[in-house]
């Protein structure tokens, strides 16, 4: 079971960027899933999470900027980022609370991370 996180890359301020991550393997579920993201000398920081039933949560400076949405058909969740600002720029992190199969057990994983994504935004 893996999370593979995409769409990152090299944007001017004010453009956008849509961030992919999508959940494969033997995926059961999916509960709540979140976007992440460091800079060079920060602490991680949660940029946006949603829940399974679709309620979102965004940091202050990206409200009104990013959006997030996950489609559970294909166990994705992405990030829509418009009006980028050089201050976006940082490795971004998905992370997901999954239920999936592993031989013959159910696993419970409440804090599976992908290996992230990097957005640089100049200015």
């Known amino acids: 079971v893996q999370l593979q996180a995409s769409g990152g890359g090299l944007v001017q301020a004010g453009g956008s960027l849509r961030l992919s991550c999508a959940a494969s393997?033997?995926?059961?579920?999916?509960?709540?899933m979140g976007w992440y993201r460091q800079a060079p000398g920060k602490e991680r920081e949660l940029v946006a999470s949603?829940?399974?039933?679709?309620?979102?949560n965004y940091v202050g400076s990206v409200k009104d900027r990013f959006t997030i949405s996950r489609d559970n058909a294909k166990n994705t969740m992405y990030l829509q980022m418009n009006s980028l600002k050089p201050e976006d720029t940082a490795f971004y992190y998905c992370n997901a609370d999954l239920t999936y199969y592993s031989a013959y057990d159910v696993v419970y994983d409440r804090d599976r991370w992908g290996q992230g994504t990097q957005v640089t935004v100049s200015s």
């Open positions: 393997g033997s995926i059961i579920s999916i509960g709540d």
């Open positions: 949603i829940t399974s039933g679709g309620s979102t």
